[in-house]
T-cell receptor
């Protein structure tokens, strides 16, 4: 299957700093990527839909100024957690959709575990 | 009410046992359904799609009842390696739009297969 890579896998940062997470589709072009967050023992929750060349669409309750998404190319989307606080500590996962149709198969990145001290 | 609800478990079963997971969904517009498997601290991986006619993949059988908005996963002859969290997932297929929400995840059912 297609490969989606996330980086970094683990990150620890101090409160107030910003953290950037990258999501790359390695062997296909992804017009649309999705960012999820998962707290311990909870489900994945969609944060935002990232579209190449346009603004991301955020889910209700997700602060767009805090979670900056950039999808500058067909193979890369980035999520920047700005002014991170301990409550932002979570497992962040991206997925990328193959092709343009919204029925295209989705592949997940390996996830990035953020710990804010 | 959550869009996709699952029994969180945990289910602790001996090797070789048969175990069944249930899932209900509230959005009748949901078109497609899947079971994903998520190992601890890893990303979810697609286990199988779920079809109205029911489908089987080796030891795994998935069924969908649209009238009851109910999905199930049956695992026969459980292996130690089946220990994981199983996520029930629904998918909306709307008009071709980048903004169409893709997947809604249940909170997962934790399975531990014991030797």
């Amino acid at each position: 299957g297609a490969v989606v890579s996330q980086h970094p896998s683990w990150v620890i940062c101090k409160s107030g700093t910003s953290v950037k997470i990258e999501c790359r589709s390695l062997d296909f072009q992804a017009t649309t990527m999705f960012w999820y967050r998962q707290f311990p023992k909870q489900s994945l929750m969609l944060m935002a839909t990232s579209n190449e060349g346009s603004k991301a669409t955020y889910e209700q309750g997700v602060e767009k100024d805090k979670f900056l998404i950039n999808h500058a190319s067909l193979t890369l989307s980035t999520l920047t957690v700005t002014s991170a606080h301990p409550e932002d500590s979570s497992f962040y996962i991206c997925s990328a959709r193959v092709g343009v149709s919204n029925t295209g198969e989705l592949f997940f990145g390996e996830g990035s575990r953020l710990t804010v001290l | 009410r959550k869009e996709v609800e699952q029994d969180p478990g945990p289910f602790n079963v001996p090797e070789g046992a048969t175990v069944a997971f249930n899932c209900t969904y509230s959005n009748s517009a949901s078109q497609s359904f899947f079971w994903y498997r998520q190992d601890c601290r890893k990303e979810p991986k697609l286990l199988m799609s779920v079809y109205s006619s029911g489908n089987e993949d080796g030891r795994f059988t998935a069924q969908l009842n649209r009238a009851s908005q109910y999905i199930s996963l049956l695992i026969r002859d459980s292996k130690l390696s089946d220990s994981a969290t199983y996520l029930c997932v629904s998918r909306l297929i709307g008009p071709p739009s980048p903004e169409a929400r893709q997947l809604t995840f249940g909170s997962g059912t934790q399975l531990t297969v014991l030797p």
